[in-house]
């Protein structure tokens, strides 16, 4: 039993595909069926289950799979060590879709020109997806919002961030400077899928005026929410990020009244997890580059 083995192993594992793994592994599919069967007789039992166009792990291949991820995570934390010289490497950054196009691209620009022999590979997808990808090892550092309920890990604010009314043009609210929990309960909202931590924050900011808003469309990106609000579809709450960015016209941003609804912005880290140089730097950075966003 050999790294290759384990390798070819936990590929053909997360493809269930023979095909698609000799592919990802720039591999002739011959050699890597003689790779999994040469580790099949090492561990004395079959590993995959072979069908028309697929595998399937057996209960030996579930247990072994977990082994074998945990044996390469192992050897890459090694290896990062031996070569962790803070200014080269891979960094591997999570953020979710209510973060990632308003924040993520300025931050990382900035990062690259203090260290541009380094690699940022940005994921972006639900709080509960990196809440996974973060405890598994698939990313190094995430920036999300609260709330989030994870164990394990260690997680930052960074900063909070107003949440705005958004209107269309000509609404009847338009013309106030502030906005009540009563001036909304009766609107009709356009908001995120529920996966979506913001629409939760919506939500809990809501009940404080005893009310749940009446959500008639959902969307999967903060765009869409805006493109319908300015169809008069409804209306929806706004990051602060996202309303710095917007310059159409047929939109319109409004504060609420004390207290106004807020979001954290939050870091998060998997102090299990071998931590470079590197990243302790990018941390560094995503922290001096918020505050000074923020001032």
């Not at 003689?34 to 792990?57: H, T």
């Not at 309960?185 to 005026?209: K, P, W, Y």
């Not at 302790?280 to 923020?294: A, L, Y």
Request: proline share 4%; hydrophobic share 40%; with cysteine.
């Amino acid at each position: 039993m050999d790294i290759d083995q384990l390798r070819n192993f936990t590929c053909v594992a997360e493809c269930r595909n023979i095909t698609a793994a000799a592919a990802k592994l720039h591999l002739s599919q011959s050699a890597l069926s003689r790779s999994i069967q040469r580790l099949e007789e090492s561990v004395g039992q079959p590993l995959f289950q072979r069908k028309s166009r697929s595998v399937e792990l057996t209960d030996a291949g579930r247990r072994f799979q977990t082994a074998s991820e945990e044996i390469l995570q192992v050897l890459a934390d090694a290896q990062s060590a031996i070569n962790d010289d803070g200014r080269t490497g891979k960094l591997r950054i999570g953020s979710i879709p209510t973060i990632a196009p308003y924040l993520m691209p300025a931050l990382l620009r900035s990062f690259s020109d203090s260290f541009p022999e380094a690699t940022v590979l940005l994921t972006e997808t639900t709080t509960d997806e990196l809440v996974k990808m973060l405890q598994q090892g698939d990313v190094d550092l995430v920036v999300m919002a609260e709330p989030v309920s994870a164990k394990h890990l260690d997680l930052k604010r960074l900063f909070k961030e107003e949440l705005y009314l958004l209107l269309p043009v000509g609404h009847e609210l338009c013309d106030r400077d502030s906005i009540t929990f009563q001036d909304i309960q009766n609107e009709s909202f356009v908001m995120l899928d529920e996966a979506h931590c913001l629409s939760e924050s919506i939500n809990t900011f809501c009940q404080r005026g005893s009310f749940l808003p009446v959500s008639v469309e959902r969307a999967s990106q903060l765009a869409t929410v805006q493109e319908m609000v300015s169809l008069s579809h409804g209306i929806s709450m706004i990051p602060k990020m996202v309303r710095s960015l917007d310059n159409s016209p047929h939109r319109v941003y409004r504060s609420f009244a004390d207290p106004r609804p807020e979001r954290w912005i939050i870091l998060g880290t998997n102090p299990y997890r071998f931590q470079s140089r590197l990243l302790q730097k990018f941390q560094d950075h995503v922290v001096d580059f918020t505050r000074s966003s923020e001032n």
